[in-house]
């Protein structure tokens, strides 16, 4: 394909304000990958256009961020920690129970903080990103449904990235309970929930919108995709 | 002195949380106020300026000082997460008011802080470029940038040939690289 300059400086120069449709939007792309590298001159064009897209931000006011938002920003700095198994540290003393009220029914978290205070810290960071999450007013609780005692919900905001599953009454895994994301032919394995005491919470970073459902199942670590029957489901609207 | 943002960049190359702090404070201001301005909504601005900062600790190396001084990289990576946001929002909006027809409560919260006299001084500019195109075409860039409205949008919302949308938003982006250049 010969590439007209002027036509892909056009296409950049709304490209970088995230304007344009998607069938502008694929062939930008492909210009930038087949056509820009190798010249000079819309390579010089986007340049220019990336500086005013960003530089265009100021023209919005500037607003102080509220305070809570840094610390929050270095907690998600913290290199991941190699976590303990939930009872190893939570025979302690002290516990933290936090209720949630959310669709009709009340989720109870308790989080034993002995031991190890990182593992404390952190837990506690994440009840209180999630009940700062479900006091949202535009929170959404997905419930995960099955044929057992078992509630298990994913709390998220729209348009975040950030989400949090909770659970209760969950039974002794024989294996171990993995969170699974699935949509589009993809799946993604969000981690494996450790449970104590029928209890458990993990964030999930992702938004439950991106994906058509969201499984927990019962089985060995390690697998690339759910192969158990999931213990509860739910398909994301 | 205060040290320049390439230098703070690569301190934070070596993981230096210090140097991240530094950037935090000299631009947390002026993503989170592009960000409410794009998505009205303090949370989802939250959100976005949290991703795009932690996403700038975990790739450092994905800003290239050749292509450009490091602000306007901060800056565009923060507005395209929330022109994403606002999208996702609106989908989800539309998906809410068919069950409920309710409109959502917006939240606006505007509160000017004190910046550095070279980002003020860039502000300035930037504000005059903008005030400096035509109507037409300032209204479409704005409309484009601050609501993350397509081209097709505009020309359906502004009853506009989708060709006049592109030639106007062209023409501006040329004038005001050329200011800001």
């Known amino acids: 394909m ?29 210009a930038l ?20 897209a960003g530089d265009l931000a100021l023209a919005a006011p500037s ?47 308790v989080a034993g903080l002995a031991g190890r205070l990182d593992d404390a810290q952190r837990t506690q960071g994440w009840l209180v990103d999630a009940l700062s999450t479900a006091t949202y007013p535009s929170s959404r609780v997905l419930p995960l449904e099955g044929a057992n005692e078992a509630r298990v919900s994913v709390l998220s905001i729209p348009g975040g990235e950030q989400s949090y599953l909770m659970a209760t009454n969950l039974p002794e895994p024989a294996h171990a309970y993995q969170v699974w994301f699935q949509g589009g ?19 999930v970073e992702t938004n439950p919108d991106r994906w058509e459902t969201v499984l927990l199942t019962d089985e060995p670590r390690g697998r690339p995709a759910p192969r158990a029957s999931p213990l509860v489901s739910a398909t994301v609207a | 002195m205060a040290e ?50 932690l996403a700038m600790w975990n790739a450092p190396d994905a800003y290239d000082p050749t292509r ?8 565009s990576l923060v507005h395209h997460r929330a022109v994403d946001a606002v999208r996702r929002e609106e989908r989800l909006r539309a998906r809410e008011r068919r069950a409920n027809p309710e409109p959502p409560a917006v939240e606006d919260v505007m509160e000017a802080v004190a910046e550095e006299a070279d980002l003020a001084d860039r502000r300035r500019q930037v504000k005059e470029a903008l005030a400096s195109l035509p109507e037409e075409q300032r209204r479409l860039v704005e409309l484009m940038y601050f609501r993350g409205w397509t081209q097709s949008r505009i020309a359906d919302e502004e009853g506009i040939p989708i060709g006049t949308v592109k030639s106007r938003v062209f023409a501006a982006m040329r004038r005001l690289r050329e200011a800001l250049s």
């Open chain 2, 4 to 53: 320049t943002d390439l230098e703070l960049m690569r301190r934070i190359s070596a993981r230096d949380g210090g140097a991240f702090e530094t950037l935090y404070q000299r631009y947390a201001p002026a993503c989170y106020g592009v960000a409410l301005r794009v998505l009205h909504q303090a949370f989802l601005a939250q959100e976005v300026v949290h991703d795009a900062f």
């Open chain 1, 33 to 52: 990958l087949e056509h820009i590298p190798g010249c000079a001159r819309c390579r010089r064009a986007l340049d220019g256009f990336r500086m005013v």
């Open chain 2, 68 to 75: 450009g001084p490091f602000r306007s990289y901060l800056l």
């Open chain 1, 2 to 30: 010969s590439w007209d300059h002027d036509r892909v400086e056009e296409l950049m120069a709304a490209h970088v304000l995230d304007g344009l449709d998607p069938e502008d939007q694929a062939l930008a792309e492909r």
């Open chain 1, 63 to 109: 607003v102080a961020p509220p305070d809570p938002l840094l610390p929050r920003v270095r907690r998600s700095l913290s290199p991941p920690r190699r976590r303990r198994a939930w009872p190893a540290w939570a025979l302690g003393v002290g516990a933290a129970v936090v209720l949630i009220g959310m669709s009709g029914w009340t989720l109870s978290m």
């Open chain 1, 185 to 203: 032919g993809e799946v993604w394995h969000a981690g494996t929930l450790e449970v104590f005491h029928g209890w458990a919470m993990m964030p």
